[in-house]
């Protein structure tokens, strides 16, 4: 019989306290609903996500642990009716990425009366029993401020790509890279839009704005997924100079970073937070406990000489950063931070 209701855990060792010991389970249930399955970064948490739930059950020879991964395309009304079939299920823990935290309140009661350990991804909830955040605010300050630095105090127009209205995430996102803007007095956003989260979306704006603004000297977005349909529109027009500045850690965006127009992303890494997730799960099985809110852990990535040109131009020093060559492994290598070698 499943031990339903147990303290919850989050992803690195140094976040967790010691919680009372537990019976370990015979078998962990985990269950991700994400709001869609199409932008890279949702390819790469699930890809993450599987290979570490195969790992975690490979290692530990005393605990069953599956999961599954379940895609809302978009639908707010899909991810409710999944969820409400998921607490049916009673797995032990569910991770969701909500497409709208007030719509799913009643929900987390819900699940919760089920024994369910709900965490809420993202878009931090105060019913939750946990939240994964990622800083936002911290990171798009940061992103802010490294435009600031390499614009060199030149005059800078920059268009910002928007998430979608009421997003919580979203919207601090947005809050930081304004904050950071806001230090410098040469950067002036010429445009804000929001995409949706969609980057056809993203493309009829960037389409837009690279007629309408002729002089943009930079795209910031709130998400990688903004900056494919970008990059290759300045691209096939031959713009050499425009700036991209991301928040995602997409492998292919962070790539670009070394000979291209990317200037700074924040690590995320889909795949970093696909281990993550698990890692989480398996603490919370053996009833370790984390802080209520959790920040994963999201360096700055810049070029060395960017960063360098950065400094000179006073970008604080004391913003951790990570260079291009080690920012890609550990982008690509979740299992280093989070593989079962973190909890053994």
Known sequence: MKLKTMTAGLALATAFGAGAALAADDTLDIV???????????????????????????????????????????SLEKMIQQTEVTINERPDVMFVNAINVDAFEPLVAKAQAEGITWIAVHSPMESAD????????????????????????????VGVMLGQAGNPSGEARREGILKGIATCDNVEVVAEQPADWDTVKAQTIAE???????????????????????????????NTDIQFYGYDGDIPIIQQMESGQVMADILLSGTREGWNFVQ???????????????????????TEENHKIALEHGFPEDVQVYYVPQALEVAAKGYLEFGPDSVK
């Open 32 to 74: 991700f609903i994400n709001d869609g399955h199409v932008a890279p970064y949702h390819v790469a948490w699930l890809t993450g996500f599987e290979d570490a739930i195969a790992a975690y059950d490979k290692a530990f020879e005393d605990v069953k642990v599956s999961g599954r991964w379940l895609s809302a395309e978009g």
């Open 130 to 157: 946990y939240s994964f955040t990622l800083g936002d605010v911290a990171n798009g300050t940061n992103q802010g401020m490294a435009m600031c630095a390499l614009s060199k105090g030149e005059p800078f127009k």
């Open 208 to 238: 837009n704005w690279f007629t309408q603004y002729p002089d943009l000297n930079a795209i910031s977005g709130v998400t990688d997924a903004y900056m494919y349909p970008s990059i290759a529109i300045a691209t096939n027009a031959g």
């Open 280 to 302: 989480m799960a398996y603490r919370i099985h053996k009833g370790e406990t984390p802080e209520k809110v959790y920040d994963f852990f999201t360096p700055l990535v810049l």
